[in-house]
């Protein structure tokens, strides 16, 4: 494949993903795909022949930057001497939520698929999500284990806290939804998932530099 060709893939895979993570896999179809990339129909074939292909090309390639991005914090989870937990705990904690954050997308396109989005394409968690999300599991059974709490429900705690974050945001004083586009309130957010698992698992509480102002 030459250069012109990779790059007209990685355009299609970059539209398919912001039309999947905004409507989702069953209210998009492939001439959507192509009209956004200014590609045409034919072309978006020659890459994908179907939106079942497509569609697990943008899951697989957003697993591949997630795995990337989270693998070497879970890494430092499982090897942190006992003194260093907290601050490992923290730094996986960071990593996740920076990257979603980075790429709203991602979360986008899982709560689509929670909400039985793609049920068609029964083996998607299997094959796609299922080997990553056991690894993080067992980093945070490193923790959980001496704690004596459930490593999958905590890891599942971090990630729906963290996909409603990025997604909904929260309602401040004022009435107005703000989230991670918001500073302060993505500071305070980090600061309450550092202390939540950090107690939860624990470990030493580190209270954050900025606390939460009252009520």
């Not at 003194?83 to 923290?90: I, K």
């Not at 997604?167 to 004022?174: D, E, Q, R």
Request: charged share 25%; net charge negative; glycine share 8%.
């Amino acid at each position: 494949m030459d250069s012109a060709d990779g790059d007209g893939r990685e355009l299609i895979l970059r539209t398919a993903t912001r039309l999947f993570a905004a409507l989702g896999y069953d209210s998009s179809s492939v001439v959507q795909v192509a009209e956004a990339a200014g590609v045409s129909q034919e072309k978006l074939a020659a890459h994908f022949a179907t939106k079942r292909e497509l569609y697990l090309a943008v899951m697989e390639q957003s697993r591949h930057l997630l795995a990337e991005a989270i693998t070497p914090r879970v890494d430092a989870l499982m090897a942190a001497p006992v003194e260093r937990r907290a601050r490992a705990l923290h730094d996986f904690i960071d990593g996740y939520l920076d990257f979603c954050v980075d790429h709203p997308e991602m979360p986008a396109l899982w709560m689509h698929r929670w909400l039985s989005d793609a049920s068609d394409i029964v083996d998607l968690e299997a094959e796609n999500a299922q080997p990553l999300t056991q690894y993080v599991v067992e980093g945070v059974d490193t923790l959980a284990e001496p704690a004596g709490m459930d490593p999958l429900h905590t890891t599942y705690t971090m990630i729906y806290c963290i996909h409603g974050f990025v997604l909904g945001g929260v309602l401040g004083g004022g009435g107005h939804r703000c989230g991670a586009e918001d500073q302060r309130q993505l500071r305070r957010f980090r600061a309450h998932l550092h202390q939540l698992l950090g107690r939860a698992l624990g470990l030493p509480d580190e209270r954050a530099e900025e606390p939460a102002p009252s009520r």
